[in-house]
């Protein structure tokens, strides 16, 4: 945030700047440098890399943040899980945030619906920082249509035998855990009859199809197509109730609509940052570029609506840590339509304003431009948010005084009262 953090309280803001700090001093460092921030757009990550990764946030309570201690999470609120995804997109990469946002999101579902099992396997290796993990949602013909995925899962004795692919999976071949939606009854389109499954990333019958190594940003995460062929998954692993997944689904999304915008968000004011350091000394005809109006102006309308941004996710968040997880799905949508657009805008108008220096790697800002892109349609795209708030806008606010009978017929009345 540009201005004063108005809407935090003076504990959210310590905590944002103390995970700045420690994000910055004890995580960047060493092995996960600026090198290895450079490497991963370059597709040079390593399994070591993202395993030091997931260690060192799972030693500051980084992993998630919103779940309690006694499980290996944070113990704090949503609010401080999307400033904790804002700082490491500032501090390090929206590669890093997406790691980090998938136990967020993944551990809350985890901890609402798990079994002890779960739990006590899963939840709290993964928040203690001993997995990598990766979420396998979209496949070759379904992705924001959850309810047509085609992966499906039978049950045979003491397993289920799963079938199918799913592709564009951030962290598939590092991953030490996998989360899956699945469908184990019913027929395409049903929301019921979907279940998730916590899949063992060396679980025969799991195979990588093809690497996504040639992407226009987002690098670094060994995304890949991969099979699931009669891989056998032990029926103790569903998540919940088998058949009831579609609202723990839809409820995870409502936090990760947030985190995405968030970490997009905090890695776009990094960008602004720069292009206003770099436009107050860089002299055009004897005067500073910020001199400019053509310039200012544009960093006068990104730093104002960056606050909007960011107060239209907290106040999201807000509404999260308040009424659950079920709650705030239109202001979500809302936070994330805006703030990923916005965040697209600042990256791409920070390369603008700075000219052709930004293209070069001397300067994160076109690295940033490419990456904040995958944010427009990551967990939901910025159309589908559209619909969604357009859908609530209209459920919510229409008026049931209005006199649609007049309507055209405006001579015989007036169709709304004042």
Not at 354 to 362: A, H, L, N, P, V
């Amino acid at each position: 945030m540009i201005g004063e953090r108005s809407l935090l309280e003076d504990d959210e803001t310590a905590y944002l700047e103390a995970t700045k700090r420690v994000l910055r001093e004890e995580v960047f460092t060493g092995q996960l440098d600026r090198d290895h921030i450079e490497s991963l757009d370059r597709n040079e990550e390593t399994e070591d890399d993202w395993a030091t990764y997931a260690e060192r946030m799972g030693e500051h309570d980084l992993l998630g943040v919103s779940i309690p201690t006694e499980h290996n999470g944070g113990g704090e609120g949503i609010i401080e899980t999307v400033l904790a995804e804002q700082a490491i997109g500032y501090e390090g990469s929206i590669v890093h945030a997406c790691q980090t946002s998938l136990t967020q999101h993944i551990g809350r579902t985890m901890y609402e619906h798990g079994s002890d099992y779960i739990v006590e396997n899963y939840l709290e290796p993964m928040l203690a920082g001993e997995f990598v993990v990766a979420q396998a949602f979209t496949e070759p013909g379904s992705g924001t249509d959850i309810a047509n995925l085609e992966t499906s899962a039978e049950r045979d004795g003491a397993d289920y035998v799963v079938n199918g692919e799913k592709r564009f999976i951030d962290f598939a071949p590092y991953a030490d855990v996998l989360f899956v939606p699945v469908r184990t009854s019913g027929s395409a389109g049903d929301r019921d009859g979907l279940s998730i499954l916590v899949v063992d990333g060396d679980t025969d019958g799991l195979d990588v199809l093809e690497p996504h190594t040639d992407w226009h940003g987002f690098r670094g995460t060994g995304a890949s197509w991969i099979e699931f062929d009669d891989a056998r998954v032990p029926a103790e692993n569903v998540v919940g109730e088998p058949g009831e997944a579609w609202t723990y689904i839809t409820n995870e999304l409502n936090l990760e609509h947030l985190t995405i915008s968030r970490y997009c968000l905090g890695a776009s004011e990094r960008a602004l940052e720069i292009a206003i350091d770099y436009t107050a000394e860089r002299e055009v005809n004897d005067q500073s570029l910020s001199r400019y109006q053509g310039v200012n102006h544009k960093i006068a309308d990104l730093s104002t609506r960056l606050d909007a941004a960011y107060a239209l996710n907290t106040r999201a968040a807000r509404i999260l840590d308040d009424r659950g997880m079920d709650a705030g799905r239109m202001e979500g949508a809302m936070a994330k339509q805006f703030g990923n657009e916005l965040a697209h805008e600042i990256a791409d108008t920070a390369m603008q304003v700075m000219g052709g220096i930004s293209t070069t790697t001397k300067y994160p800002v076109e690295r940033i431009q490419r990456d904040v892109r995958a944010g427009r349609y990551m967990g939901g795209a910025t159309e589908v948010m559209q619909s969604i708030v357009q859908h609530d806008v209209y459920a919510s606010v229409r008026d049931e005084t209005f006199d649609g009978d007049l309507v055209g017929n405006e001579l015989e009345g007036k169709p709304w009262r004042t």
